[in-house]
């Protein structure tokens, strides 16, 4: 620094008074071109903000975010992202998120507000308010959750899209001087296609031609079909008796035509849609009044054939029984189906044609699951449900596992007309007895009768050739259990909870179907590469031991108990009821990552832990909704456990409202059951940084804590979330893990007692 206090500054140096005071050098990025320079303009692509002081530094826009991922939920998607390479030299780093939607592949894209091409300033504008309704899409709001602009995080969670739509997004980077720059803002991009939704509501019902018993119905398709439409739900009842007797019906057109009516009766009409995302919201009601009866006149000669006609068909139906009868025929149990919800709002399903009367459901033309064993020749049951592919269209490409009856295998299939596709095949090893074999037709006779987005698809069998197999689409990423260890902490909870979503509407389509499956656990639900869940593992015959330590004993192996609810356990009493409650442990499964439900207790600890009343606790980093819903599940009374459609009801609930998922506090009421305690690991024993990371498993990390300067436990019982970021722990759910791990660790130095539910 010159002390040239009356002389002028050299060149490279400036002093922001004129007079005595001291020349300083210019700041970085900075120069005077000339000797007496009052300030020091900033280089080329350099810039100060407004209240920068002469003597900060110049600095330059960030470059654009890295590393930038998706996942998309329906019709929302979750963006994240890493801070950019380039900072510009500022701490005063923000994000703003474009969006444009596309009208197909490499076809124009436009503003999410307009369609694509239609000269809407691309990108969406930056300019959202907090909480975001920026854009209108229809009438529903694409919302940015916490915002699109000015996000001090790098995520985003982009809500109410269009369903099978393409968008696109740009990530950009934005700091104080941002605006200053006539360059372009660089940024990532993110192309995402929505999955399938629901279809809109049905408008514009109107009536065609009406009689005294029927009526013929007609209507357009709702105006966002989202997707294929493959049925419509008619329903339909007498005005102000709805409380009392409604029926329902289907039609794969566009009109119907209702029958069996009362003359001179006023009816409310109602018509959905549905896809295989689901249904879509009921219609508007629409009041029909039938025609008046005219009056019967019968003849003596007309009732004589009547009562001829009863007579005859009464002696017909006792001839065929008794016959039947003598043959050993028995007909085969069909389970009750189950009906969610508490309302009458949840109980108009899927049947094709169902009435409700007084209390009682009754189901002329309904659809359910048969129980192939009922049938005596196993092979006419495969056969009536399943479809019959040629072996010389199937391609065994390699060994993928062993299975129950023989080998899984990767493959793949071709069909007339149509491309490859890769499937999975489970094959009928040789020598098999035959209650094997009857085993392994019934898994496919099963597994045919069910067609859902979140259940395993059988593609068709092989039984006219060996070896016989079992043919299903090919889940990319395996069982759910080994999927989430091997992927440990990177999900973030929108994420797993959208995996429970699929889960429990899957759950939700068999128990409708009175299909109950008693073996509802992680390593049993499939996952393919768009993170879809499949509920699978279907067909095992399921037997208690007596021995208290053992598990249910199945033609395959062992299922352990821990999945199992009391009552079956006890007293064998499966149901969906017990189904939810394996449900619950599926819960705590995946927001655990994968941990082993009870950890190491015995199996015989389990059954008395659980009778005693004690539950499992919240996983680590375990929302309170989420853990209040597994306890609903766990629930003593199998009357007081949810239904699958509400556990779908409440997880949509939690989609569409993440903000609810930042409570980690369960709402328990007084009736609550007491949880279990996991022992709370003694950190005493921990001699050194290496030691404690071994312990919690985030052995990964021990280089970054090295490199960051923490050599002892004492500088780590220091940390908190900041410092575990700068590490370079990126997972969410490592970083929460760590800094559990710290806390626990800070009380016990300081002999502070850690909250916990005795046992």
């Not at 029909?288 to 009547?306: C, D, E, F, S, V």
């Not at 085969?332 to 399903?349: E, R, T």
């Not at 190491?600 to 389990?606: E, G, H, M, Q």
């Amino acid at each position: 620094m010159f002390d040239h206090r009356r002389s002028a500054c050299e060149m490279g140096f400036y002093k922001p008074v004129a007079g005595n005071g001291l020349c300083g050098k210019c700041p970085q990025h900075s120069h005077s071109e000339t000797r007496a320079a009052l300030s020091c303009p900033c280089d080329s692509n350099y810039y100060r903000a407004a209240d920068d002081p002469p003597a900060a530094p110049c600095s330059r826009p960030p470059s654009a975010p890295v590393n930038a991922i998706s996942s998309v939920n329906g019709t929302s998607v979750n963006l994240e992202w890493d801070r950019p390479q380039d900072t510009g030299g500022r701490s005063d780093l923000k994000y703003s998120v474009l969006c444009q939607k596309c009208s197909g592949e490499g076809g124009p894209c436009g503003d999410c507000a307009s369609s694509p091409g239609g000269g809407g300033k691309a990108g969406g504008g930056a300019s959202a308010s907090v909480g975001g309704m920026v854009e209108r899409l229809g009438t529903a709001a694409v919302r940015f959750v916490p915002r699109q602009s000015g996000l001090t995080e790098p995520w985003v969670t982009v809500l109410n899209l269009v369903a099978h739509t393409n968008y696109s997004f740009r990530l950009l980077a934005m700091n104080a001087v941002t605006h200053l720059s006539n360059e372009p803002s660089p940024y990532a991009l993110v192309n995402i296609t929505t999955n399938q939704a629901a279809p809109s509501e049905v408008m514009e019902i109107r009536q065609q031609n009406t009689s005294q018993n029927s009526v013929i119905l007609l209507w357009h398709e709702p105006d966002q079909p989202n997707g294929v439409i493959l049925e419509y739900d008619i329903k339909y009842y007498e005005k102000d008796n709805e409380a009392h007797s409604y029926s329902t019906l289907k039609s794969k057109n566009t009109s119907a035509r209702v029958s069996g009516l009362k003359p001179g009766t006023k009816y409310i009409f109602q018509v959905r849609a549905r896809t295989s995302a689901g249904c879509g919201d009921f219609s508007q009601n629409v009041e029909i009044q039938t025609g008046k009866a005219a009056p019967l006149r019968y003849n003596t000669m007309t009732i004589i054939w009547i009562c001829m006609a009863l007579v005859s068909g009464l002696v017909t139906f006792l001839a065929i029984f008794i016959c039947r009868k003598r043959q050993g025929y028995t007909l085969p149990h069909y389970p009750s189906l189950l009906h969610c919800g508490y309302s009458k709002a949840f109980q108009d399903s899927d049947e094709e044609k169902m009435h409700y009367q007084n209390g009682h459901v009754s189901f002329p033309d309904a659809r359910f699951y048969i129980d192939p064993h009922t049938y005596e020749d196993p092979c006419q049951a495969v056969h009536e449900f399943a479809r019959e592919i040629e072996a010389s269209r199937i391609k065994i490409e390699k060994i993928i596992g062993s299975g129950e009856f023989g080998e899984v295998c990767y493959g793949r299939m071709r069909l007339p007309g149509k491309r490859d596709i890769p499937v999975a095949l489970k094959t009928l090893k040789a020598g098999y007895t035959e209650k094997q074999k009857r085993d392994f037709l019934a898994e496919a006779s099963i597994m045919a009768q069910f067609d859902h987005p979140n259940v395993i698809r059988l593609e068709g069998v092989v039984t006219q050739s060996k070896p016989a197999m079992i043919i299903t689409e090919y889940m990319e990423n395996g069982s759910l259990d080994s999927f989430l260890r091997r992927h440990d902490g990177q999900f973030t909870v929108i994420q797993l909870v959208g995996l429970l979503r699929g889960i429990a509407a899957g759950m939700t389509y068999l128990s409708d179907l009175g299909y109950i499956h008693r073996d509802l656990a992680a390593r049993n639900i499939l996952v393919n590469s768009n993170l879809v869940c499949k509920v699978s593992d279907f067909g095992l015959s399921r037997v208690l031991e007596d021995d208290p330590d053992a598990a249910y004993t199945t033609s395959g192996g062992k299922i352990p108990i821990r999945w199992t609810a009391p009552e079956a356990i006890t007293f064998r009493k499966f149901s969906s009821s017990s189904d939810v409650w394996s449900y619950g442990v599926v819960m705590w499964e995946v927001t655990s990552y994968g941990e082993r439900p009870y950890w190491n207790l015995t199996n015989r600890d389990v059954i008395k832990s659980v009778e005693e009343g004690y539950r499992l606790p919240a996983p680590m980093g375990c929302p309170g909704p989420l853990h209040t819903l597994m306890l609903d599940c766990w629930q003593k009374d199998r009357n007081e456990r949810p239904r699958f459609c509400q556990i779908v009801t409440v997880l949509d609930k939690l989609i569409r409202n993440p903000e609810n998922l930042k409570s980690m506090e369960t709402l328990c009421s007084l009736n609550s059951p007491p949880l279990m305690e996991r022992a709370i690991p003694d950190f005493s024993s921990c001699n050194s940084v290496n030691d404690w990371l071994d312990t919690i498993k985030m052995s990964r990390y021990k280089d970054h804590f090295e490199a960051g300067g923490y050599q002892t436990l004492g500088h780590v019982i220091s940390m908190n979330q900041g410092d575990i970021q700068r590490l370079g722990v990126t997972l969410m759910g490592h970083q929460k893990k760590i800094m559990t791990s710290v806390q626990l660790m800070r009380a016990q130095v300081l002999n502070k007692s850690v909250p916990s539910v005795h046992v």
